[in-house]
């Protein structure tokens, strides 16, 4: 497809419980985002991969998080021992080697019950 | 420390009218500025942006305003329209940086254009 594709769209798991999240983005873009929106808030950073370099895991809330890229291209965040403040719209992004226009997907939605 | 801030939750305004959304950052590194728009269920939609060498950029219905000195920029949509009612988003970055493409994100404004 043309834009960021994620799944699974909406997850529904029990609190400490182990979760991954696929994002899929747009053909030739170099770098990667994971960004979060938790109810009545901003999008947070999470962790961004560019190219070969070493990521940018600034972001992320604790260990329990953790991401990779394989192949340049496709990543998976994953969650582990999930708690209730983690569920949230977990978005990933991608973007060119240059410019700084970055493309959303549709997010995946995360609910620890 | 919320180093881009967008004070208004929402607005309402009458089809036709103008829409001014703002934005405020505290970050003086920050040296590029995007507006993202989005709808329920969907993920953020690109707008427009503006770099810190323009203080205005504009494109069709929507003009974007930087005020360095100021530490704020507005989204300005004229005419506004019924399916403009999204939430948009105010995000920044530093491109000089590390932080390439890392943006920093307000907390939204929903706005809701009536007809």
């Known amino acids: 497809g043309a834009g960021v594709s994620q799944s699974p769209s909406n997850k529904v798991t029990e609190k400490g419980k182990d979760v991954e999240l696929r994002c899929d983005p747009i053909s030739g873009h170099t770098a990667l985002y994971w960004y979060r929106q938790s109810l009545g808030q901003g999008l947070e950073f999470l962790i961004y991969f560019q190219g070969n370099s070493a990521p940018d895991k600034s972001g992320l809330p604790s260990d329990r998080f953790s991401a990779e890229r394989t192949g340049g291209s496709v990543s998976t965040l994953t969650i582990q021992r999930t708690q209730q403040e983690d569920s949230a719209v977990y978005l990933c992004?991608?973007?060119?080697?240059?410019?700084?226009?970055?493309?959303f997907g549709e997010g995946s939605w995360l609910t620890v019950v | 420390d919320q180093q881009v801030k967008q004070n208004s939750p929402s607005l309402s305004v009458q089809e036709g009218r103008i829409s001014i959304l703002n934005c405020d950052y505290t970050?003086?590194?920050?040296?590029?500025f995007l507006w993202y728009k989005k709808y329920p269920a969907e993920g953020p939609t690109f707008l427009i942006s503006i770099s810190s060498i323009k203080d205005k950029n504009e494109d069709g219905r929507f003009t974007v305003f930087l005020n360095k000195s100021a530490k704020h920029l507005s989204l300005h949509i004229v005419p506004s329209q019924p399916g403009d009612s999204a939430v948009y988003f105010c995000a920044a970055s530093a491109i000089g940086g590390t932080s390439y493409g890392k943006l920093t994100f307000g907390q939204g404004t929903i706005l809701t254009v009536h007809p």
């Open positions: 992004a991608s973007s060119p080697e240059t410019g700084n226009t970055i493309y």
């Open positions: 970050n003086s590194m920050f040296d590029y």
